[in-house]
């Protein structure tokens, strides 16, 4: 770039230095000319003063000693030459040169006579034509000593310009080559080797600015990147520096707390945090103790607070709280706990009565054949009603492990007649009226799951209806319809009758042989399946349940 400047700068010098030179030279010529004209015309002036019409020599004689390089001529009205100065015979007639013709003007031209370029100026004076003329070499002496002035001038003044050029681009380039470089090695521009021309300056700025826009969208890039994947987390996530303000908060935290981002970014974390137990949690971190986590309640959901104390070079020192929503963690392990609760009473309370029974009659204290009997029918009936439960855990248990069952097309229609013929008997002991109202139905669906859905159901529509009732099936494409005229299901307990081991009355269900996980798997069997079961019922009245399909 310096060399380019130093030629521009020194073609502007030049180019105006030469303008200048030759307007100068311009006004110098045309000053010459007029002042040339005055002068020829101010000896015409005084030529004819002299002249009387008679002292032609006298005249010329006068003016001569005045200017030797004066030319004077006298000439008559015919336009022949009475006398010239010029020592040159002059035969032709006059009257049809310029100065002639235009008396009083003065006109420059060529002389023939005498070979050289003239300024000639004429006036008529007491019958005859007076001409005064002067050569313009004198003239031209001042003009071509100006020329030759002003040209060594010019080339003194440019060879200075180009010095003081190079010193001057040498001091005005040094920093913009040094923040040139810099840029350049901000971007990681290879082979810099200087600016030394504005055409390079503008190539090496775009080639920076286009590598700081690359740079630039690759960091905006990853910023949205990183921006997307802690946004859209499904877990919360705060920052707080070591200042207590909060530097990065996530969307999860801001939609639970229903709060902008942008309003708590770089605040104290007081404002958005009043729970002193958090409060404690988060001083403890930063004083890098160890921390545990802590369970926050809110707004019907259970989140799972963690503190942890990091350092790095962007952040300094903080603590990173993350925010994890474990409602559904903890409703499983109050159900499993429950679970096992009453799995343990359930099957504690058939063991107790089994082993009494038989401790009884070990000791003899029932020695009755027909009270040792009865005391072993029930010892049956309880260890029956003991392995019915275990077998329903089980399969309760299968269900909830999340394994993958082989599906088919089941006939359902046939599964409905197969079971009502298998409880046939009890159902013909307590007089129930079974009327099915069935379409001919496939479905794809695991074929042990689908006979439990079914047996269930069934199950319960007799266990819980009452002698000589009524059980109405209703099957097609859309719909399994199990209706009873049993006992009931009070308001009160319809939303929970599908819970494990729950019971409404719990004397009458252990009588009727009930665990209390037949629903549960209902529900589960519908949930993996996408059915919807919709119960209604009436105390005394009437239970019916719908799976729709």
Known sequence: MRKKLIINNAFLVFFSLLLLFFASLIAIVAINNNNSKTEVQGYLHIACEVFDGDNATQTATTISKANSDIRITIIDLLGNVIIDTSD??????????????????????????????????????????????????????????YSLIGLLSLAVILGLSILLSTSLSKRTLAPINQVIGQLGSIVNTKNYYGI????????????????????????????????????????????????????????????ILNFKQEDVVNKNYLYLIRNQEIQAAIEAAFANQKVKAVDLALHGRIYLLSFNLIENSWLGRGVVVGVLDVTEQRNVEKIKREFFANA????????????????????????????????????????????????????????????????EDVFLTGIVKETI???????????????????????????????????????????????KGLITITLDTKKLVIHDTGVGIPEADLSRVFERFYRVDKAKSKEQGGTGLGLAIVKHICNLYGYQINLQSVVDQQTTITIHF
């Open 344 to 407: 343990s009473h359930e099957l504690k309370s058939p063991l107790t009565s089994i082993l009494g029974y038989q401790q009884m009659i070990l000791e003899g204290i029932i020695d009755d054949e027909q009270a040792v009997k009865e005391a072993t029918a029930k010892t049956i009936k309880e260890a029956s009603r003991m392995n019915q439960i275990i077998i329903e855990m089980l399969e309760l248990s299968k269900l909830e492990s999340g394994i993958q069952f082989v599906d």
């Open 196 to 255: 030394d021309s504005v055409e390079t300056l503008i190539e090496e700025i775009n080639s920076i600015k286009a590598e700081i826009n690359t740079k630039m969208m690759a960091i905006k890039q990853e910023k949205d990147k990183l921006d997307y994947i802690i946004n859209d987390m499904k877990q919360g996530l705060i920052v707080i520096s070591e200042e207590r303000n909060m530097i990065l908060i996530n969307a999860y935290i801001a939609n």
């Open 421 to 467: 013929e298998q409880y046939q008997q009890e159902l013909t002991k307590k007089q129930i009226t079974v009327h099915l109202d069935l379409a001919q139905v496939t479905k794809r669906i695991n074929h042990t799951l689908a006979v439990e859905l079914i047996r269930n159901l069934i199950d319960n529509a007799m266990k819980y209806n009452k002698t």
């Open 88 to 145: 040159v015979e002059e035969f032709e007639s006059h009257l049809d040169r310029p100065e002639i013709q235009n008396l009083g003007e003065a006109f420059m031209r060529y002389s023939k006579t005498l070979e050289i370029q003239m300024l000639y100026v004429a006036q008529l004076d007491d019958g005859y034509f007076v001409r005064v003329a002067i050569p313009l070499h004198s003239i031209n002496t001042i003009v071509n000593w």
